[in-house]
């Protein structure tokens, strides 16, 4: 017994997070009821969250039992026993299902209007509801998923009947309920409370999802060891910043961490990873081996690109202290897949002969009262070639540890990648 949609994802969810899902999995509630478990399923999991929408096709005069369902792009599915027990007419069929198409793409239309579709292609997509009594919308919903490319379908929910797994084997790879109780009778029997959802619960969960950034921890293979960070990857993502941090930093800094979240304020996808590991990082050799520190960055950048939902998203880099010099050499050799990068309180003039070969906007901010720094940033911008701009935050030491600094460093850090990698209005991604 369920106390309500709320605590079954909650518990599914707990079941789930047990499991291992790839990074990229999507979870896909089933409007209306299925909505709210999802979300709390893809809270867990640190998933995005979308719907499918489907309705069931009521028998004529016996609406409750489903004859079948359709869902968006002309899916249907029929229970080809029910219709002929049922003398139902394919003329009755084709009227039913045309009245519930419509409701279909009248839902899509609002739902949509919420939060775009999240693309299946590819990808895990995890399709939950609050139960299955006949499974006619859940299989609905699966070759919904299919069709819009798919590579492995899940389908996952709080409460089944026992054996309900037998009408899902040709159309999910994969089914999971919490509970198979043999006295199933209905799926509302095993909530205390199961009144209908609204619409406005189901966007509601949906407003949530579009304004919640999906962070993940990674850890990315490079030769003998592991490179090890987050990614946080906000709701329609304009961009994608990838972090070089400075010696004696990392992606666990206070600072970084600060400015990486107002990136994703500003609608921008982060990427804070070490270029070293911890061991490596405590030979002072290494922090300053820009070669290592470029290539690492360049195979980081390469992993990142293939992950599904960074795979269209510009490239910017955002370097600190010796970082920056290793973003600038990696700019150097990417040529035009990176759109921007900006550096702060950088060693530019670590990057030497790279500087000239660089061809992205590149934004140098510097502390005012971070002399020596300033001015070795002054003569490293007289020797690029791209488009450049620099901006020294007054009285600013070279950590912006004083008030109101790093809020101007992210600032500006933010409107020069907003600029420069953000998609044109066409949807065309700049740089």
């Known amino acids: 017994m369920f106390a309500d949609r709320v605590e079954a994802g909650q518990r599914l969810a707990q079941y789930l997070g047990t499991l291992q899902f790839d990074n990229d999995v999507v979870v896909l509630g089933l409007p209306r009821g299925g909505v709210p478990v999802a979300a709390e399923v893809a809270r867990v999991l640190r998933a995005p969250l979308d719907v499918i929408v489907v309705r069931k096709l009521g028998v004529p005069a016996h609406a409750e039992l489903a004859m079948g369902a359709v869902g968006e792009d002309r899916v249907r599915v029929l229970n080809d026993d029910v219709v002929r027990q049922a003398h139902i007419t394919d003329e009755e069929v084709e009227s039913i299902s045309a009245v ?13 209007a919420v939060l775009p579709r999240e693309p299946l292609v590819d990808r895990t997509a995890l399709i939950v509801d609050d139960g299955v009594a006949t499974g006619a919308t859940a299989r609905a919903a699966c070759q919904v998923a299919t069709e819009h490319g798919a590579r492995r379908v899940v389908l996952a929910v709080p409460i089944a009947p026992a054996g309900w797994t037998r009408g899902f084997q040709d159309v999910a790879d994969q089914c999971i309920a919490l509970e198979t109780p043999s006295g199933f009778i209905a799926v509302g029997a095993h909530y205390r409370e199961f009144e209908p959802t609204a619409e406005s619960d189901v966007k509601r969960c949906l407003v949530k999802a579009a304004s919640t950034p999906m962070t993940r921890e990674v850890s990315i293979p490079v030769a003998n060891a592991h490179l090890v960070g987050v990614v946080s990857v906000p709701a329609q993502a304009r961009g994608l910043v990838v972090f070089a941090h400075g010696s004696g930093s990392s992606h666990r800094s206070v600072r970084n961490r600060f400015v990486a979240g107002q990136l994703v304020e500003a609608g921008l996808a982060t990427a804070l990873v070490d270029l070293l590991t911890e061991e490596e990082d405590r030979d002072r050799r290494l ?9 690492r960055l360049v195979h980081l950048t390469a992993w990142l690109r293939n992950q599904p939902d960074l795979v269209s998203l ?23 897949a990176v759109a921007a990068v900006v550096s702060r309180g950088g060693r530019p003039d670590l990057a030497d002969a790279a500087l000239a070969e660089v061809v992205a906007p590149t934004l140098l901010i510097v502390g005012g009262a971070d002399t020596t720094v300033l001015e070795l940033n002054r003569l490293a911008r007289a020797r690029m070639t791209c488009p450049t701009d620099m901006v020294v935050v007054p009285g600013a030491t070279h950590l912006f540890a004083e008030p109101g600094a790093l ?25």
């Open 407 to 431: 809020d101007v460093v992210a600032a500006a850090a933010a409107q020069w990648f907003v600029k420069y990698i953000s998609p044109d209005p066409d949807g065309a991604v700049s740089g």
């Open 287 to 295: 922090v300053f081996d820009i070669g290592l520190l470029t290539e």
């Open 314 to 336: 510009g490239v910017g880099f955002f370097g600190a202290s010796t970082g920056a010099a290793a973003a600038l050499s990696a700019a150097s050799q990417l040529g035009s």
């Open 100 to 112: 519930e198409w419509r409701e279909v793409e009248r839902r899509a239309r609002e739902y949509r």
